[in-house]
């Protein structure tokens, strides 16, 4: 195997990395970059030898595996490498009559490579004869020798891999993919869901697919997701009618807790305010810390408060002391590594220190869910406990479903966008598409929001 970095940054720790599929090379994944992240490519599966030094140092490793490359990488990775798998057009069963490439076809595919037969192999991966893409596809690529010698040595390796090394998070399947059929697709999924729970999404595509766009759709754009908190600040607390319900549920759990005055608080996520201003005046506490994605005036519910600004994940890891209380409410669910987080918030906490938090679960705006490249990645509540009680002794959790309901779907709409959530991550289909699917299901148009609300104790 050949593992190769496209985008690095000495101060990343977090890696973006990509197995390729067979016959491309960098040219075709050169463009996906992400801020904060590196990138890295692996092609070449003529050997299974995988340089984990390349991956080392990495605390957040999200793994984008193609065609080829989802038996590439169930070949060499196991779950503790990664923090999340995602699988595009492909399965771990390369040539398999049911569940991969016939065997028939991927044998003939080997036996029969020439340069002919290796361009009408790309126009199909492509579903089209585009020149610029035939091009792309096929710049830096190993010679017709070389992928021929690959496709024998798959063929031979293949049988005696494990297909289950890997929890894969998503796979998306192309209805249209005449490489790896769409239904021996679904077969193999399936048979892996039914273990690990796999996601399935079909998109009508050819085998192709730009894996730019799985990968914004998985990563969030933190600076986005910012600006636009950061634009709806003056419609943000009498628009955020269900964060105001989930800030209220935090508070009681709060002041039930009887927790003396003059603790030392850490608040992630605060925003406007909308949980600040519950919580400080049944706390009293001596100071405050702050961290979010953009500036805030001081509240001055503390005799010290302290703002940080930037990205949480990072910043934890450089704040000192030690904290009586961590709060976030409506933010951890943007975060790309939820077991480290819990392990941060245990190491920031005193022994008897409590964190304190709100998420969202799956089937959160699922309304929306049509009209996005993929569905946000929100975690069950069953993983999200188990995540915690790695760093926690005590962790309890209770879920609870807020509906809102609107008149029109212009006005659901409208609410969204006058408290910033739902856009981070890009649609399909022009608005008025998006307008029309939301009247068809009929009045009033909900929007649903799936609450967690999370209290861990006794940081191991």
Not at 290 to 314: K, N, R, T, W
Not at 366 to 381: G, H, I, K, T
């Amino acid at each position: 195997m050949r593992i190769e970095l496209l985008h690095h940054d000495s101060s990343n720790r977090r890696l973006i990395l990509i197995f390729g599929g067979w016959s491309t090379a960098a040219p075709l994944y050169r463009h996906i970059v992400r801020k904060g992240w590196d990138t890295a490519l692996v092609t070449d599966y003529s050997d299974l030898d995988f340089d984990r030094q390349a991956i080392a140092g990495y605390d957040t490793i999200y793994l984008y595996a193609w065609s080829m490359g989802v038996w590439g990488a169930s070949s060499v990775l196991e779950n503790a490498d990664i923090t999340m798998a995602f699988a595009v057009n492909g399965t771990p069963f390369p040539a398999d009559d049911a569940r991969g490439i016939p065997v028939g076809i991927f044998q003939g595919t080997a036996e029969r490579l020439d340069e002919r037969n290796l361009l009408k192999f790309r126009k199909r991966i492509l579903g089209s004869s585009d020149a610029s893409m035939l091009s792309l596809i096929s710049q830096g690529s190993a010679s017709v020798a070389e992928l021929k010698e690959e496709l024998g040595a798959v063929l031979r390796m293949s049988p005696s891999i494990k297909s289950d090394s890997i929890r894969w998070r998503r796979a998306y399947i192309g209805n249209d993919d005449r490489i790896f059929p769409a239904e021996n697709q679904v077969n193999a999924w399936n048979e892996i869901s039914a273990r690990a729970g796999t996601d399935i999404f079909r998109f009508d595509a050819p085998h192709y697919i730009d894996l730019k766009t799985i990968v914004d759709s998985t990563i969030p754009d933190m600076e986005k997701v910012g600006r636009r908190f950061a634009e709806s600040l003056d419609t943000y607390d009498s628009a955020a009618d269900a964060q105001t319900i989930i800030a209220d549920r935090l508070s009681q759990r709060i002041d039930s807790m009887h927790l003396p005055s003059g603790a030392r608080i850490l608040e992630i996520g605060q925003g406007s305010g909308l949980l600040t201003r519950r919580y400080a005046p049944l706390l009293s506490p001596a100071s405050i810390e702050f961290i979010d994605l953009y500036q805030m005036s001081p509240f001055g519910l503390a005799p010290h408060e302290i703002y940080h600004l930037g990205d949480a994940e990072v910043l934890l890891d450089d704040l000192g002391g030690e904290f009586d209380l961590i709060l976030s409410g409506s933010t951890i669910q943007w975060f790309r590594n939820i077991p480290r987080f819990f392990c941060q918030a245990a190491s920031l906490l005193a022994p008897t220190g409590r964190l304190v938090c709100s998420t969202f679960l799956p089937g959160t705006l699922d309304v929306l869910d049509a009209f996005r490249p993929s569905p946000m990645l929100y975690l069950p509540e069953d993983e999200l406990k188990g995540y915690a009680l790695r760093s926690f002794e005590n962790v309890a959790t209770e879920e609870e479903t807020i509906t809102l309901e609107f008149d029109s779907a212009k006005a659901a709409l409208h609410h969204l966008r006058r408290t910033g959530v739902g856009g981070a991550f890009g649609r399909f289909g022009s608005l008025r598409q998006l307008i029309s699917s939301l009247e068809k299901q009929g009045r009033p148009v909900k929007l649903r929001f799936n609450a967690l609300y999370l209290v861990a104790s006794s940081p191991k």
